[in-house]
């Protein structure tokens, strides 16, 4: 397996425009967890599916963002509008459903907002 | 939100030294992870200790938890310039609605000097 892959590994975006991030996690996984990394904030948690159902959504920042996941090859993360302050790497990780067990991360969409 | 916190924030080390860092966390948990972040990279799993364990080897890493003090720590023996890189432990929340939910520590930049 390649893998969890995520497109794009950049993104330069003006403020106001729509943004959408994709992600395939690994075959086979169960759990797909969406995650942003800043200095500020650290790496935080947005969102997670089991079996491609939201299980928690709490750290979704606002009402901006939305996570989709149609099946279980695919996901994405979507910023309408987007701000200068969404700027982050954005990194989605999957994992299998037996709980003591790691997740892959993907190398990551680096988003700037200009 | 952040489930753990790490500490120190930084660690500056010659190389052959021992680094330790450390992690508090809050809530209930089935297993406590470790992983390794090089500078602009994706995240990489280290080590992953069970809540009913207290000790984990693997090569030159030791892992501790301790759950009734919600603490872990990760020493790395013989340190090379190679390790130089963030680490950043994390917990898999053991019950209720946000099973298997994965969160991560604000992380320990580790600088190994040659």
């Known amino acids: 397996d390649a893998g969890v892959i995520q497109s794009p590994r950049h993104e330069v975006t003006e403020m106001g425009q729509e943004v959408t991030l994709r992600c395939k996690p690994i075959?086979?996984?169960?759990?797909l967890f969406w995650y942003r990394q800043t200095m500020m904030r650290g790496l935080e948690l947005l969102i997670y599916?089991?079996?491609?159902?939201?299980?928690?959504d709490s750290g979704m920042p606002e009402d901006r963002f939305s996570a989709k996941m149609p099946n279980a090859s695919f996901s994405t993360l979507k910023i309408q509008p987007s701000e200068p302050r969404d700027s982050a790497v954005y990194f989605c990780?999957?994992?299998?459903?037996?709980?003591?067990?790691?997740?892959?991360f993907g190398q990551g969409t680096r988003l700037t907002v200009v | 939100s952040q489930q753990g916190e790490e500490d120190p924030q930084a660690l500056s080390i010659q190389e052959g030294e021992n680094a330790t860092m450390n992690c508090s966390y809050k809530?209930?948990?089935?297993?406590l992870q470790w992983y390794r972040q090089n500078s602009g990279r994706g995240l990489v799993h280290l080590i992953l200790?069970?809540?009913?364990?207290r000790e984990k080897h693997s090569g030159r890493l030791r892992v501790t938890l301790d759950t009734s003090k919600k603490s872990s720590s990760l020493l790395i023996t013989a340190s090379r310039a190679a390790d130089t890189a963030s680490y950043f432990c994390?917990?898999?929340?053991?019950?209720?609605?946000?099973?298997?939910?994965?969160?991560f520590g604000q992380g320990t930049i580790l600088t190994v000097h040659p």
């Open positions: 809530t209930s948990i089935n297993n």
């Open positions: 990780a999957s994992r299998p459903l037996v709980v003591n067990t790691e997740a892959f």
């Open positions: 200790i069970r809540s009913n364990e």
């Open positions: 994390a917990t898999s929340n053991a019950g209720g609605t946000s099973y298997g939910k994965l969160t």
């Open positions: 599916f089991n079996n491609n159902v939201p299980i928690d």
């Open positions: 075959s086979g996984h169960d759990y």
